[in-house]
């Protein structure tokens, strides 16, 4: 298995892909406002809600973020992957903010 025909896949990437299939795949079956959705709410509990809900929300948006940037990360730009790992780094330095303002 290969991503973009000529770069040979890691087992860690067989893995994780094969361990996220299913996840995908149901993601892909519900309407498709489920995850930008998912995502709002996050976001939107991250921001406005208490900092005991904040950070969890946070961190799971984050890690989320993250797990769909790891899946995609072989078949998109160099644009799109810094676009990514900006938006990763941004939910996780507000969680740090959060977590300083205590």
Known sequence: MSSQGSQPVSPLRQRITKFSYPYIARLH?????????????????????PVALAVPALIVLALLLSWLGFLSWPVVTTGARLIRIFSILVVLLFAVSRIASG
Do not use: C, E, R
């Open 29 to 49: 079956s519900m309407p498709k406002l489920t995850l930008p959705g998912i995502t709002l709410v996050l976001a939107l509990a991250g921001v406005f809600g």
